[in-house]
Structures are given as C-alpha cells and as structure tokens.
C-alpha cells in the first residue's frame, strides 16, 4: 500500500496538469474570484484537424494537427507549432496555456497559444514536411493571422518551416509576413531570433549568477538536449566564459571536464547526428546528464526530464528550466529540501516569445530593427522580469516559479477584468 501511495505521488504530470497544477497553487496567493479563477485555467479555443499529406512513396498519410488557443485577453494568441510523435490535444492544451502565463510575465502585448502536429518529423523527407505544413496551414488558416494568432517554431520546427507558413497563408488570405514569426531574415525575420531563446537563457543565468556570488567564468554548466534551444544556450553561456561540461541528446551524454568547445560539438552532432562520440569527451548514456557536477543544469529538451529517477542524482545548485516543463511539479518540494533552486521555463526561456514580438512589430511597421536594437531590447525585457520575479518571490516569500505565476496572473486577471466578458 505504501508502494501504491508513493507510486500515486509520483505519477508523472502531463503538460496540462502540470500548467494547472502551478496555476493553482499560485492563484491561492492571488486576489482572484471563482469564476476567473475557472475561466483563466481554459483554453479559448480548440481547433483539431486531420491533414491527408501524399508521402515521396505515393501513399496517402493522414496527419492528427492541432491549435489551442488559451487566451487573449491581453493581445492576439501567440505561441509555436511542435512536430512530435507525443502531440495530443491535452499536451497541446497545456503549453498554449504556458505562452498566457509566459507573454504575461513579460509584459508582451499578446496572449498564449500553441500547435502541433503528431507526426515523426525527423523522419520525413523535406518535401514530405512542406506537404505537411502546407496543409496544416490551410486547416488553421481562418484562425490565424496577424491579430488573432501568430505562431512560431517549436520543437522540430525551424524557420523553413516557418516560410512555408507564411507562404501558404499569404496565398490564401493575402501578403502577410507578420502572420508567423522566427521567419528566415530576407522574408521579414528579425535579426536575433534563430538564437533569441539560448540568448535569454543565458542571460536569465547571468543575472542569476550575479545576484547569488556565481562568476561566470569560474561556473559549469551540464546541458540537456543540443537543438535550438540547447546549442544557442551553450554558445552564450560559452561567450560569458562559462564552462559547459556536459551536453545530451537522445541518443547520448557527452562530459569534458575541461569544457567543450561548443562550435565543435555543434559541427560533430551536425555532421554524425549525435554529440556521442565527440573527440576529448567521455560518451555515457543520455540520461546520465543529471548527475554530472556542475553549478548550472539546464534541460533544453522536453517535459517531465526530472522526475523521481534521476532526482537524488542532481549535484547542480540550481535548474534553469530552458525547456517548457522539464520538471515535474511533484518533486519540486524535493527539490527545494535538497536546496536546488528552479529558475521557472516562463522566464528562463522567455527570450524566443520576447524576439517574436519584436518581428511581429517591425513586420506590423514594415520597417526592421539592427541586431544590436533587438539585442538591447531583449536584454532590457530579461533583466527587467528577471528582477520582478526575485523582487516578487522575496516580498511574498514563495519560489521563483510561484513568484512569476503570480505576476503572470495578475497581469492576465487585470486585463479581463477591464475588458469584461469580452
Ligand atoms: P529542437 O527540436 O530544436 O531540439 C530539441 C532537442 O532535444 C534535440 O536536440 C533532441 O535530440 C533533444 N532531446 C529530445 N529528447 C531528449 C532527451 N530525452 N534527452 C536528451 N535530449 C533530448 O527544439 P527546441 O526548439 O530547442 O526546443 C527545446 C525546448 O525548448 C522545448 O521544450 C520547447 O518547447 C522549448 N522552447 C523553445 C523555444 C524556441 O524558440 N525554439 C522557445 C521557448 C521554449
């Protein structure tokens, strides 16, 4: 029976759940009424579809597609599209509900949305993807649009990905870049946004550093996952003279003590597919990442990476959450007994939204900003919500996480409020 309640305990999250869960329990500490209470935990909108693609061998393939849209009561739904075998309606569900929380927290005029695609993307041809996306954006397309929805990439998604999209809605609805952002440049993307997430996970880090006696070039850090998110962070975090010791991706963990050069690391995964095997490191298995030594883990890949399996073996001072949800809120207050802080994924990953908004304004503006405008301006945007969740987290006496929650909340309630039942 013990067994069973321990097994109960630790039963893993799903994306929704785990969004709701900090929902609530950051709503406890907010002034907010029962029926916003309700109302803010539900998407707007659910929008499921089935998109017949012709696959390279000449057969029909029928896709599962889908957008939630959680909320705008504070501008129009933003948030990216995932291509993943694990896409479902209720995964979907939950990380549109985190861009609400996410856009909030940073004062972006815009609400949460998210996508996705169930679908084996890393075995699909090119063509085979364009096909796809295509007829996904054709699906969707009455419900997107430069001031009702902009997505943007995600998992196995890319500016390529991005282009089509913006092609295929301009054909039907008319020459609209601002529709999509994380586009290539030369079709209306913004300098600074293939790297905007590592940009502002490394700067989330430096801010933390500084404020909790870290220096930078004296720290370590292990890094989960090496796609967009994961390698841009590595290659910052490497600029600010931060050692990155360790680094996974599905198929392995690779550690150099010394520190990797993180150019090189990226050439090898680019040119064998995997970071195993990279010259002057030690290959183990990819979930041994966690109990590498080191100042700084940063899981950059998907949810639910630290759970009660690889819980006693983290060494690290404190997590920033690079990925959304890669810490299952169940162990949490394990976690905090151990004294490993959380630095929460709705700021430490806020750079991409934040370099987003900044295409969608100069694409609305048709007029573009240098790279070192968006670069000020997203460094301004961190270390200004950086500060109010550590101001708010110390005033109220709560975590990092329940601190931006709480922000992200208020600022969501206000805004519908004022409107009313709009
Ligand atoms: P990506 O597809 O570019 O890369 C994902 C990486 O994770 C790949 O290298 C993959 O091999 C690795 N991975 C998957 N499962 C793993 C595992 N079990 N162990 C080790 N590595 C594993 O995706 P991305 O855009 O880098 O997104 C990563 C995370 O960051 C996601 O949670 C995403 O929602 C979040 N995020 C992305 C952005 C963005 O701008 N791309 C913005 C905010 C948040």
Redesign the pocket.
């Known amino acids: 029976m013990a067994g069973e309640d321990n097994k109960k305990h630790y039963r893993l999250l799903s994306c929704n759940e785990a969004s709701k869960h900090h929902f609530e329990r950051a709503a406890n500490k907010v002034k907010i009424d029962r029926q916003h209470r309700s109302w803010l935990k539900i998407p707007f909108r659910e929008i499921a579809v089935h998109l017949p693609v012709v696959m390279d061998d000449g057969s029909l393939k029928i896709f599962e597609g889908y957008r939630v849209q959680h909320n705008n009561a504070r501008g129009p739904h933003k948030g990216?599209i995932r291509y993943h075998p694990e896409v479902s309606i209720d995964h979907v569900r939950g990380l549109a509900s985190w861009m609400t929380w996410k856009t909030a927290l940073l004062n972006l005029p815009l609400g949460g949305a998210k996508g996705g695609v169930k679908c084996d993307a890393k075995n699909m041809s090119e063509g085979e993807l364009e096909r796809l996306t295509r007829k996904y954006t054709q699906a969707i397309s009455v419900d997107i649009g430069p001031y009702q929805d902009v997505p943007a990439?995600?998992?196995?998604t890319d500016e390529k990905v991005m282009a089509w999209m913006m092609d295929e809605y301009s054909k039907l609805r008319g020459y609209n870049p601002a529709v999509v952002t994380g586009k290539p440049v030369d079709l209306g993307g913004s300098p600074g946004r293939k790297d905007?997430?590592g940009r502002g996970v490394a700067s989330i880090v430096e801010h933390w550093a500084n404020s909790n006696n870290y220096k930078m070039a004296e720290s370590t850090a292990a890094i989960?996952?090496?796609?967009?998110?994961?390698y841009y962070t590595a290659h910052h975090l490497n600029e600010m003279g931060c050692k990155i010791v360790a680094v996974?991706?599905?198929g392995a963990a690779v550690v150099n003590e010394d520190g990797f050069d993180v150019e090189k690391l990226f050439r090898h995964k680019q040119e064998t597919g995997s970071v195993a095997g990279c010259p002057g490191s030690t290959t183990l298995e990819?979930s041994e990442i966690f109990s590498v030594r080191c100042d700084f883990l940063i899981p950059?890949?998907?949810e639910n990476?630290i759970t009660k399996d690889n819980l006693a073996d983290i060494k690290a001072a404190v997590i920033f959450e690079?990925?959304?949800g890669p810490t299952c809120p169940l162990v949490e207050p394990e976690l905090a007994e151990k004294g490993i802080t959380i630095v929460p994924d709705i700021l430490t990953?806020s750079g991409?939204v934040v370099v987003s908004y900044f295409e969608w304004v100069q694409n609305l503006q048709q007029f573009s900003w240098t790279a070192e405008q968006v670069d000020l301006e997203l460094q301004r945007k961190m270390k200004n919500a950086y500060q109010r969740v550590v101001d708010k987290a110390s005033e109220k006496k709560v975590s990092l996480r329940i601190a931006a929650y709480m922000l992200a909340i208020e600022k969501v309630l206000s805004a519908a409020r004022t409107r009313g039942a709009y």
């Open positions: 990216g990439p995600d998992v196995n905007a997430t989960q996952g090496f796609g967009n998110v994961g996974s991706d599905t990819s950059a890949a998907l990476a690079a990925a959304n990953n991409g």
